[in-house]
């Protein structure tokens, strides 16, 4: 029997819908992303051959459009597929836990060979002693002594290598890696290439679409190689946006019938983090009305509290264009889509140039990219097109009150009124 708590929790509070809108949650049903997921498998049997994959993995895209998912999946897969587990370690790393070098090494290394390591740290010009992981993130001097050894980039190599060839391949997977430090960065891409010449190791790391142009700022080897390697997070295609609604929906014996569904695609775009919010308003409904299928009716019933989400998270975001003082910029960019799907990069700097000086174009277009507002889907050719992150926020940043504020002409000057001519 149950206690009074747990079955008070079971019966009257556990929430048991599927669908998980939020960062990082790994959808119930993750749609859409074979061919991503085909590649990343083939590195991995590489890996379990003895062989490393011949570059890293880059998956890059706008936020909420599954990068997280993605390596979660993969982490998954790694840990409990039959033919992989236990054959290969996996560890994951999310750049805001990388401050240091220190930090890279004790998360790449098993912690065996830290338990003996003593740390030299110049700590503001003096020098302090103690086991790794003391002293604060940021603050030291990346120094070390395992007897008379010195901590070098070096050293990290050799040992990476000599775990991934001794022990077990190691897929390394770092997300938000386009907040990573330059000095790590740089360390951890040439480790990662020196490694995989010599051992089974694979990189793969997430970001959002300025993660290319800071890799490149790192002066690291081989970054531009990286072939199948480079994949692309945008919207779902229109039947990954149905399989994401419906296959969770079919596992709990609900149906969606064809109008009912055209209409989740409009609202939700295709993007995965509003296909699970919606998801999560449909198994709501359904729970409360315990019909099979669900009609177009049903689904208008679910849309207040679907769009109530999806104002929230445009409001939160284009508070985050107004603090970085975008405005100007992604309210002209919006104009330029108001009536095609793409652009190129001289048309985005035109507009961009009618609402600032020149040399803020540059910054103001990386920062819209790094946003994610707009973007290079890298799988479309030499010279990708320029397309919007999500389309309709920019319908949103156009009605913002701060791009009506921008776009109005300054108030008159009137000459004041007096005895003067
Ligand atoms: N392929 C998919 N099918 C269905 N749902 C998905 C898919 N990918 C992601 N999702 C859902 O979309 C939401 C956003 O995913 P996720 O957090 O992985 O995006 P992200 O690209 O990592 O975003 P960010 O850049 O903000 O970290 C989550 O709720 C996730 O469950
Ligand atoms: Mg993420």
């Known amino acids: 029997m149950r206690s009074g ?11 048991d819908n599927p669908f998980e809108p939020g960062a990082g949650l790994p959808p119930p049903y993750l749609a859409g992303r074979e061919e991503e997921q ?37 982490k998954e897969h790694i840990l409990h597929d039959p033919g992989v587990a236990g054959r290969v370690d ?9 401050g240091t070098k220190r930090d890279l090494y004790a998360a790449l290394l098993p912690h065996s060979e830290w338990e003996d390591m003593h740390i030299e740290s110049r700590v503001g010009g003096g020098v302090s002693a103690g086991a790794l992981g003391f002293g604060a993130k940021g603050q030291v001097d990346e120094t070390a002594v395992k007897g008379h050894l010195p901590l070098t980039d070096y050293w990290l190599r050799e040992k990476l290598i000599n775990r991934c060839k001794d022990d077990k391949p190691l897929v390394a997977l770092l997300d938000e890696a386009h907040m ?49 390697g480079e994949m692309g997070f945008g919207l779902l295609t229109e ?34 983090y509003f296909l699970q919010a919606l998801g999560r308003q449909l198994w709501r409904q359904h729970t409360r009305t315990d019909t099979p299928t669900l009609t177009l009716a049903g689904i208008e019933r679910a849309l207040p509290e679907f769009r109530r989400v999806k104002e929230n998270y445009y409001a939160g975001r284009v508070q985050e264009l107004v603090e970085q003082t975008l405005i100007p910029a992604a309210a002209a960019t919006a104009q330029l889509f108001a009536d095609r799907a793409e652009a190129t990069g001289p048309e985005i700097d035109a507009v961009l140039r009618s609402v600032l000086p020149a040399v803020e174009v540059p910054v103001a277009r990386h920062a819209l990219r790094q946003f994610g507002y707009v973007w290079q889907p890298p799988d479309r050719g030499v010279h990708p097109p320029w397309v919007p992150g999500i389309p309709s926020l920019m319908t949103c940043v156009l009605t913002a009150p701060e791009a009506k504020a921008a776009a109005a002409p300054p108030p008159e000057i009137r000459a004041p009124a007096g005895p003067f001519p």
């Open 239 to 272: 039947s990954a946006a149905m399989d994401a609604l419906v296959e969770p929906l079919k596992k709990q014996d609900i149906t969606v019938d064809t109008n009912a569904l055209s209409a989740c695609l409009a609202e939700t775009e295709c993007y995965p």
């Open 90 to 98: 996996v560890v994951s790393l999310s750049a805001d836990e990388l």
């Open 38 to 74: 085909a590649v990343l498998r083939r590195g991995l049997g590489r890996l379990l051959h003895g062989r490393a994959p011949s570059h890293d993995y880059a998956l890059i895209g706008p936020r909420g459009n599954g990068k997280s998912a993605l390596l979660a999946w993969f």
């Open 180 to 228: 990573l430090e330059k000095n790590v960065g740089r360390v951890l891409l040439n480790a990662s290439q020196k490694a995989r010449s010599a051992a089974p190791f694979m990189l793969v790391v997430a970001g959002t679409p300025g993660l290319k142009a800071h890799f490149n700022g790192l002066d690291a080897m081989f970054w531009n190689r990286l072939d199948e």
């Open 5 to 15: 708590y747990i079955a008070g929790m079971f019966d009257d509070d556990y929430d």
